[in-house]
């Protein structure tokens, strides 16, 4: 079952998460696309391709398939069709949401607050919005990710134009007070923006939004939908030049047929959550039970109860995050990590940060819809020796044959002699004194 | 607002307030030099030599990979080590100072 991975090796149409070569457990960067949602498109394609914004029978053609797409969007949110646009991208929508929704209230003025654990389109927004003058509060989260209604309650000032909370986090799955903090933003009268990306379709949309962002491949879409929803009443003004398409808040010709497969793509992965989350949920517990037995030294992060079904990330101490990803892929298994050496900055995930966790030898596992238990099974059969295996070979290992400081041995499944020798980096590991290990 | 992100022009990160003249902390009796080395390898390092210092005593890391300073603090949690504090290097990076307690 575990073949090396192949190129464009093929995929099982009755299981999308699972390539023929291997696992895909990284269903928060992209689910992969729904049946529902090729359907629609190629069908789409033929019948939507005209502009909308015109007047005969082709253009009227497609004008309805895009409010159609947009009833049947409005209807998962629980919000109007009209309070709903598709934008080019989930991070456009974000972008939109924040900048827009700061833009119109510069009167009551130019004060942000943002979680410290938003996803980076968020933050990158705050830092434009700073970088213009404005000002942004950042509120921390505890060690699970989650913030504090109180304290985020607390940053709300009578200059706060725009408070920022997602639905659930990205990298650790813990959900957020969204509620709460929308009661509290109610109380101050601040419109609150939530970004919903990584929990649209999984799960219910929180109550007492002013603001909403989510993107359609996240659900089984195609990729370059996003969907931002203004709740009517609530000020908002495009950051952009004005441009007539989706009621002047985003600029562009509406790629009708992907809006069409993102909308029949929401409906049909929702509905299947009801049935699809527990299963998937109860996954989740099995690998947050499974790994802290089987992997010695680590650390399960986020909220174990309050979370998403489908999205759980640990960390393994003493090892590379890149390597570990590098040989899970190896043996077809395909996660993510927000350790500093996978990142293009060699930077670590702001998310560990701020929660305070292990960064290094971070493992994010998302399961995508209709994944196999037995592919859950086989990961959680291999992560012991591939754990065990990094650890005897990366530099400086400690102790590769006794106990770690607390107790449990660190290779407790190995006991090779000649571990010291199997360094991978012969350049300079010697410098550290390896005879002067301190050993029981 | 304090976003140190992964974008491939962020800035560098904000650097911590100064320490105060009078160190928080007893003098390290081991200091460990992990400067220019990439996470998790002071982390490895730290592991593999606390117990070179005598219980109740201060170990000092030496680190410039930013990630040490959340990874370091984290450690001691998990361990039960005692995180004493954090001094900024002149050379840049971070001391981190550590007891063991056990």
Redesign the interface.
């Known amino acids: 079952m575990a073949e090396p991975s192949t190129p464009g090796a093929h995929r099982d149409a009755d299981h999308p998460g699972t390539a023929r070569f291997g696992a895909y457990f990284d269903a928060a960067s992209t689910e992969p696309p729904h049946p529902a949602a090729r359907a629609a498109l190629l069908e789409a394609l033929d019948a939507g391709w005209a502009d909308p914004a015109r007047l005969y029978g082709t253009a009227r053609g497609a004008r309805v398939l895009l409010d159609r797409a947009r009833a049947r969007v409005a209807g998962v949110l629980g919000a109007r069709p009209d309070e709903v646009s598709f934008t080019s991208s989930g991070t456009q929508a974000v972008h939109l949401a924040v900048l827009g929704g700061l833009l119109a209230r510069r009167r009551a003025g130019r004060h942000l607050v943002v979680s410290a654990v938003e996803h980076s389109s968020v933050l990158h927004a705050a830092e434009a919005h700073e970088r213009e003058g404005g000002e942004v509060t950042v509120v921390g989260v505890d060690e699970t990710g989650r913030a504090d209604p109180a304290e985020f309650a607390a940053a709300l000032r009578p200059d706060t134009a725009l408070a920022c909370l997602q639905s659930a986090n990205h990298e650790v799955g813990t959900v957020q007070p969204v509620a709460e903090v929308a009661q509290a933003c109610r109380g101050a009268g601040v419109p609150l923006f939530v970004d919903a990306a990584q929990s649209l379709g999984r799960a219910d949309v929180p109550d007492g939004w002013s603001l909403l962002a989510g993107s359609a491949h996240k659900w089984g879409g195609p990729a370059g939908v996003g969907v931002l929803a203004v709740r009517k009443g609530v000020r908002w003004r495009s950051p952009l030049p004005d441009d007539e398409r989706e009621r002047r808040r985003v600029p562009g010709f509406e790629n009708v047929p992907a809006v069409v497969a993102a909308a029949a793509a929401l409906e049909a992965y929702r509905a299947e959550m009801e049935a699809e989350a527990p299963r998937l949920s109860a996954l989740v517990d099995r690998v947050r039970a499974e790994v802290p037995r089987t992997v010695p030294d680590v650390q399960v992060v986020g909220d174990p109860v309050r979370r998403l079904p489908h999205l759980v990330t640990f960390s393994c101490l003493y090892v590379e995050g890149e390597a570990l990803l590098t040989e899970l892929d190896r043996l077809g298994f395909a996660v993510s990590s927000g350790s500093s050496c996978t990142a293009d900055t060699l930077r670590p995930s702001h998310v560990l940060e701020a929660m305070g966790v292990i960064t290094h030898g971070n493992v994010r596992v998302s399961l995508p819809r209709d994944v196999r238990a037995d592919d859950v099974d086989r990961f959680l059969a291999v992560l012991p020796d591939v754990v065990a295996r990094l650890r005897r070979t990366t530099p400086n290992d400690p102790t590769p044959n006794g106990p770690t400081p607390n107790g449990p041995a660190l290779n407790p499944t190995t006991d090779d002699p000649a571990a010291d020798d199997t360094t991978t980096d012969g350049s300079d590991t010697s410098t550290f004194e390896t005879g002067r290990r301190s050993r029981p | ?8 022009n ?1 800035a560098a ?1 904000a650097a911590p307030p100064p320490p105060a003249e009078a160190s928080p902390g007893p003098p390290p009796v081991l200091v460990i030099d992990a400067l220019g ?5 002071p ?3 730290l ?6 210092v005598p219980v109740g005593q201060v170990v000092a890391v030496l680190a410039d ?3 040490a ?3 370091v ?3 001691c ?5 005692d995180f004493v504090w954090e001094e900024t290097l002149q050379q840049g990076g971070w001391g981190f100072h550590i007891r063991r307690t ?1």
């Open positions: 607002m304090r976003f140190r992100g992964r974008a491939k962020g990160p080395r990439k996470c998790p390898i982390i490895i390092m592991a593999e030599r606390i117990r070179e990979d930013a990630a300073r959340t990874d603090p984290a450690w949690r998990m361990k039960s080590q056990y």
